[in-house]
């Protein structure tokens, strides 16, 4: 038996501060949880996707946690394939790797796989697309009768792989061949994803949904008109891996200001076209 205590969507920034102290709240939570592995899961910073302050910041108050640290890229971290101002180029995935570490990354524990991917570049066609479609089939290939979690960003969809097009939330449609040969595997247990700033837990044939709830914000009617299910609170998620299954579960940050990113997105991500978590 393992855990790990999954944080996400903290957007840190010294120039915008609103979400720091939040951050600040979870980090204290962390070493009561006794985690052997902590992951985030990407949206580390309000825009390292353009401001290199906000990804050297966002390391700092990352450093000196209580376990091992492995980071998965957010869309403001290193950009988004939906948007034509900031796309997920080689030159932003670098810089997030040079603060962060790497974007695509796996890890053995006893009886499982972990899995980090960048969900920015999932079914892009680009070169970081193409390695980790390589990646994923190498870590199927040797795989033998571990069990698989994998974390991302961006879930790679929200309630059912045949869904049509969720817009700016999930994985589009069209890009899931890429992770099919994942989320079709029978050892996959748990996908665990941030983004949506909401959490909630669904299933998956045998696999856990886990969306993590954000340290940094909610989001209010105005931003996520449909929540699908999913609760609108800030906190960590913790996972306990057993032999063929993960107990998941929601906690509370203790301190942490219920912030809701409709009351200053216009401060925060202007002009904000769409919706910005
Ligand atoms: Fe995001
Ligand atoms: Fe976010």
């Not at 603060?99 to 009886?111: A, N, Q």
């Amino acid at each position: 038996m393992f855990s790990i205590v999954q944080v996400s969507d903290s957007h840190l920034s010294p120039r915008l501060t609103h979400f720091n102290a939040n951050w600040e709240a979870a980090r204290a939570l962390l070493p009561r949880l006794s985690p052997d592995l902590i992951v985030h899961t990407g949206d580390v910073t309000l825009d390292g996707a353009d401001a290199e302050a906000d990804c050297a910041m966002a390391a700092e108050r990352l450093a000196g946690l209580p376990a091992p640290l492995r980071v998965v890229p957010g869309n403001h971290d290193v950009g988004d394939p939906g948007s034509a101002a900031q796309p997920p180029t080689a030159a932003r995935i670098a810089r997030h790797e040079r603060h962060f570490g790497p974007p695509l990354w796996t890890e053995d524990r006893p009886g499982w796989r972990l899995i980090g991917l960048n969900s920015q570049v999932i079914g892009t066609g680009g070169d970081a697309d193409r390695a980790q479609r390589t990646a994923i089939a190498e870590a199927l290939a040797t795989l033998g009768e571990r069990r698989i979690a994998v974390f991302l960003h961006k879930p790679m969809l929200l309630d059912a792989i045949e869904e049509g097009p969720v817009g700016y939330w999930a994985v589009p449609p069209e890009a899931r061949d890429a992770v099919r040969p994942l989320l079709g595997h029978r050892n996959l247990r748990l996908v665990a994803s941030g983004h949506l700033h909401l959490w909630r837990l669904a299933s998956h044939g045998p696999a856990t949904l886990a969306w993590a709830p954000a340290t940094s914000f909610t989001l209010g009617t105005r931003l996520m008109p449909e929540p699908r299910g999913a609760e609108r609170q800030l906190g960590v998620m913790r996972h306990v891996f057993r032999a063929d299954c993960v107990e998941t579960e929601f906690l509370r940050i203790p301190g942490a200001e219920p912030l809701v990113l409709d009351d200053m997105v216009d401060e925060i991500y202007p002009p904000a076209p769409a919706a910005a978590s």
